[in-house]
């Protein structure tokens, strides 16, 4: 059987110098692939979760500007790189939550202006020094992604260590290889105990409105093998009652200074019954995605959703009466009060956040 792992989530097709990604709102049903260079179309897939997850649409947002990149059009590299900018500006307006979105834009603008300033004085001709510029894009691109794979086996193998063997474990949205290059991010010490016999339990949230957890946490996990149970989000407190569950792993879009994390929408619901029920609740999450420029939780923009995600979106007939008031926003923000530890590619940040969160990121 075809599994959804031996694909890239997302990848450079290097011989249409196009976006390739795994279409995310067709499964767990259909496997589509598309290849997108127009700056719009990645933009739509973007905004519409055809790719999603922080590190992914942090990935495609560098793949992206890249093969946009290769399509400009301009006589001078100062002209070239406006657009340049221009276009990781239009972007970063795609999603507002997760930080990787615009770091892995600053990373490519970065490489452009760099290079601008180092051949100011250059006798090179315009038309080969954007040539340049666009393998150094490409490169940049390309690194991004690798580091992605890299940085989510070191959260896994930070993250085995607070896991027991027939452990189980409760993980909400989709924090997965979907959302990554590789690995995921809360899942990768599944994935990794997994290869060592861990025999781990794996207990996925559906995630309502948008269904990451039914749609795709389940659909991966089980792809791969793992022994995985699907819940309704309201029915958290009552497994966790249970006592089945042993740890919390989620992903995360921004984590703030103070170490409030900004992820999917009912994240801090599950954290707020892992505090009642004593079970460790950790939040994977690779630097990229820690912002030391936005203190708190307060500050961190939380995006809205159209209403019809949750009045229509999955079922066969609207499921709520018409002109009812919609309160839909796609993320939540966990107090750094309810979270046990932080899992980074670099170790595990314990509380005080505030203090070694600094530490981590120097
Ligand atoms: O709206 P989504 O599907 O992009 O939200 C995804 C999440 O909230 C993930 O938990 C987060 O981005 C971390 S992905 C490793």
């Not at 399509?71 to 790189?81: G, N, Q, S, V």
């Not at 940085?151 to 896991?163: A, D, K, M, P, Q």
Request: proline fraction near 3%.
């Amino acid at each position: 059987m075809e599994n959804i792992l031996d694909h890239d989530t997302v990848t450079l097709n290097e011989a249409s110098d196009t976006l390739r990604i795994i279409d995310q709102t067709k499964l767990p049903n259909i496997t589509e692939f598309l290849e997108l260079s127009d700056l719009k179309d990645i933009w739509e897939a973007i905004y519409m979760l055809r790719v999603r997850g922080a590190p992914a649409i942090g990935v495609a947002a560098a793949i992206g500007l890249y093969v946009h990149a290769v399509r400009i059009e301009a006589d001078t590299l100062k002209a070239f790189i406006d657009k340049l900018s221009q276009a990781a500006v239009y972007l970063n307006s795609s999603r507002p939550t997760a930080v990787n979105l615009s770091w892995a834009l600053k990373r490519m603008e970065n490489k452009a202006l760099d290079f601008l300033k180092e051949n100011k004085d250059s006798k090179d001709d315009e038309a080969s020094l954007i040539k340049k510029l666009l393998k150094i894009l490409h490169d940049e691109a390309l690194l991004i992604m690798k580091e992605d794979t890299d940085v989510c086996r070191r959260i896994g193998e930070f993250g085995l260590t607070l896991i027991k063997k027939g452990d189980g474990i409760l993980t909400h949205c989709n924090a997965g290889q979907l959302a990554t290059s590789k690995y995921g991010t809360a899942t990768a010490p599944m994935y990794l105990g997994h290869e060592k016999g861990y025999d781990l339990r794996i207990y996925c949230d559906e995630t309502r409105p948008l269904l990451q957890g039914a749609r795709l946490t389940s659909f991966e996990l089980s792809q791969a093998g793992l022994d995985v149970t699907l819940l309704c989000d309201n029915m958290v407190s009552a497994i966790m009652k249970t006592g089945k569950i042993n740890a919390v792993f989620v992903g995360c879009d921004r984590v703030a200074a103070n170490g409030d994390v900004a992820n999917k929408i009912g994240t801090s619901v599950v954290a707020l019954s892992a505090k009642h029920y004593n079970v460790p609740f950790y939040v994977a999450a690779p630097t990229s995605t820690i912002d030391l420029d936005t203190l708190s939780g307060d500050d961190i923009v939380i995006e809205e959703r159209k209403d019809s995600e949750v009045t229509e979106l999955w079922y066969k007939e609207r499921m709520a009466p018409e002109n009812i008031k919609v309160f839909n926003p796609a993320f939540d923000v966990t107090d750094h009060s309810m979270i046990t530890a932080i899992v980074t590619e670099k170790g595990i940040v314990y509380p005080p956040f505030s203090d070694n969160l600094q530490k981590i990121m120097k």
